[in-house]
């Protein structure tokens, strides 16, 4: 079976990684900037997927350069602890969490594509721009271009979309969609070198009912014992179009002026920003729900079957998840479609929730209901939350990605090997 994959993401290389597993050989990601890289913020992939990681033998590899999650603690503006709890391998897991960059997650799956699958297997330069069907094969076909603007088509038994939020796989299966919804609010971010606060692999959360600032370490020099922190703020777009350089391209003002007075557990903020070499900014925005990700041979996968919001780090998380289940279903069908027909049955209903809770903003809601009850602050969370409720939302939540504790550690695996792959 020939197969075609557009987009170099984590997904795409997901995908790839995954069919190779399964016993496909013949399959090649296409990717449209001339080389696969990706902007060194950072991410968080959460155990069932870094379970997938593992399996498909990536986990040593991106361990070098990653940060073990321990806990997630989040604050309201003033420092108050509204809710803290264990993550990764503390939590009971036999997988842990993963804090690290994505550029250097990138690299890592590039390298392995290419490892495994062969030099050719990963094509840059080449965006995608038309699809069409082949005639009396059941396969698809794909146009791509290069800079210079020379055509390729591609013919293909199937095609994956893995084009991210801007998916031009997505806009061919749904052309009168439109762009992304955007919500409102701006997402400036960005990494410096810093001291180790709290537990030295903690993710601190802080916000009210409107803004929300994110800070985690992604790597550790041990050299030095100092951390490379991912640091992420959200704010209402109005609140930064006043602020930014000439350029439109800073966010040190609007950060420092909406978040300076807040107080992020052991971090220097004023500091880290003046640290932070780049910032960049950009529209808070996901995709509506689709009705169907599957036509024919051409199915969508990760940010362009289901972008969702920044919140509770379910993004790469979902699309490595994503390309191990449309893999295992691939490997069990005979017939390509029926594979895609079960791996969306599958996925596309648990992520249309993932998706909607994600617009509330997932577990992170917390701290909106604790602005709400006690905007001026506390002394002790039970004051403003029942015994339970703050446990509820958190478990409803992992519950609902998928990513809850018994079920990651107990399903099956979805490491699956078509019939007659040689092993």
Same mark, same amino acid.
Do not use: C
């Given at each position: 079976?020939?197969?075609?994959?557009?987009?170099?993401?984590?997904?795409?290389?997901?995908?790839?990684?995954?069919?190779?597993?399964?016993?496909?050989?013949?399959?090649?990601?296409?990717?449209?900037?001339?080389?696969?890289?990706?902007?060194?913020?950072?991410?968080?992939?959460?155990?069932?997927?870094?379970?997938?990681?593992?399996?498909?033998?990536?986990?040593?590899?991106?361990?070098?350069?990653? &940060?073990?999650?321990?806990?997630?603690?989040?604050?309201?503006?003033?420092?108050?602890?509204?809710?803290?709890?264990? %993550?990764?391998? %503390?939590?009971?897991?036999?997988?842990?969490?993963?804090?690290?960059?994505?550029?250097?997650?990138?690299?890592?799956?590039?390298?392995?594509?290419?490892?495994?699958?062969?030099?050719?297997?990963? &094509?840059?330069?080449?965006?995608? &721009?038309?699809?069409?069907?082949?005639?009396?094969?059941?396969?698809?076909?794909?146009?791509?271009?290069?800079?210079?603007?020379?055509?390729?088509?591609?013919?293909?038994?199937?095609?994956?979309?893995?084009?991210?939020?801007?998916?031009?796989?997505?806009?061919?299966?749904?052309?009168?969609? !439109?762009?992304?919804?955007?919500?409102?609010?701006?997402?400036? %971010?960005?990494?410096?070198?810093?001291?180790?606060?709290?537990?030295?692999?903690?993710?601190?959360?802080?916000?009210?009912?409107?803004?929300?600032?994110?800070?985690?370490?992604?790597?550790?020099?041990?050299?030095?014992?100092?951390?490379?922190?991912?640091?992420?703020?959200?704010?209402?777009?109005?609140?930064?179009?006043?602020?930014?350089?000439?350029?439109?391209?800073?966010?040190?003002?609007?950060?420092?002026?909406?978040?300076?007075?807040?107080?992020?557990?052991?971090?220097?903020?004023?500091?880290?920003?003046?640290?932070?070499?780049?910032?960049?900014?950009?529209?808070?925005?996901?995709?509506?729900?689709?009705?169907?990700?599957?036509?024919?041979?051409?199915?969508?996968?990760?940010?362009?079957?289901?972008?969702?919001?920044?919140? !509770?780090?379910?993004?790469?998380?979902?699309?490595?998840?994503?390309?191990?289940?449309?893999?295992?279903?691939?490997?069990?069908?005979?017939?390509? !479609?029926?594979?895609?027909?079960?791996?969306?049955?599958?996925?596309?209903?648990?992520?249309?929730?993932?998706?909607?809770?994600?617009?509330?903003? !997932?577990?992170?809601?917390?701290?909106?209901?604790?602005?709400?009850?006690?905007?001026?602050?506390?002394?002790?969370?039970?004051?403003?939350?029942?015994?339970?409720?703050?446990?509820?939302?958190?478990?409803?939540?992992?519950?609902?990605?998928?990513?809850?504790?018994?079920?990651?550690?107990?399903?099956?695996?979805?490491?699956?090997?078509?019939?007659?792959?040689?092993?």
């Amino acid at each position: 079976m020939r197969i075609a994959i557009a987009g170099a993401g984590i997904g795409g290389l997901a995908a790839a990684l995954s069919l190779h597993a399964a016993g496909f050989d013949d399959v090649t990601v296409h990717e449209a900037d001339p080389r696969v890289r990706s902007l060194g913020f950072g991410l968080n992939i959460l155990p069932n997927a870094v379970r997938e990681l593992a399996e498909l033998g990536l986990l040593d590899a991106l361990d070098r350069r990653a &940060v073990r999650t321990r806990e997630l603690a989040m604050y309201n503006p003033h420092g108050n602890l509204v809710w803290r709890e264990d %993550r990764g391998l %503390r939590a009971g897991y036999r997988w842990p969490q993963l804090s690290i960059s994505r550029s250097h997650l990138v690299l890592v799956m590039a390298e392995e594509v290419r490892r495994r699958l062969g030099d050719g297997a990963l &094509v840059t330069d080449a965006r995608l &721009v038309g699809l069409g069907g082949s005639a009396g094969t059941g396969g698809t076909s794909a146009t791509f271009t290069d800079r210079a603007g020379s055509p390729r088509t591609v013919r293909a038994d199937l095609l994956i979309g893995a084009d991210g939020i801007h998916s031009a796989v997505r806009a061919a299966l749904h052309p009168g969609e !439109g762009p992304p919804p955007a919500n409102g609010m701006t997402i400036l %971010r960005g990494t410096a070198w810093g001291d180790p606060f709290l537990t030295g692999s903690s993710m601190a959360v802080l916000g009210d009912d409107r803004r929300r600032l994110v800070l985690y370490p992604i790597e550790t020099d041990r050299s030095t014992g100092r951390t490379l922190i991912n640091w992420v703020a959200a704010l209402p777009d109005a609140d930064t179009d006043t602020d930014t350089d000439a350029d439109g391209t800073d966010g040190r003002t609007p950060v420092l002026r909406h978040f300076g007075g807040w107080s992020p557990p052991g971090v220097d903020l004023a500091r880290l920003l003046r640290d932070t070499p780049e910032v960049h900014r950009h529209p808070m925005a996901d995709r509506d729900p689709l009705p169907r990700w599957t036509s024919g041979h051409v199915t969508l996968l990760g940010d362009a079957a289901h972008a969702m919001y920044p919140a !509770g780090s379910n993004g790469a998380t979902q699309s490595v998840i994503d390309a191990r289940v449309l893999a295992a279903h691939l490997a069990r069908h005979s017939e390509p !479609g029926a594979a895609l027909r079960a791996y969306e049955e599958e996925r596309r209903p648990q992520m249309t929730e993932l998706q909607r809770s994600n617009r509330s903003l !997932g577990p992170e809601r917390v701290i909106t209901l604790a602005h709400h009850r006690a905007p001026g602050g506390f002394a002790d969370v039970r004051e403003v939350f029942g015994e339970e409720e703050l446990a509820e939302i958190s478990r409803g939540y992992a519950e609902t990605g998928k990513f809850d504790q018994e079920w990651v550690n107990s399903r099956p695996s979805l490491s699956v090997r078509r019939r007659g792959a040689e092993k």
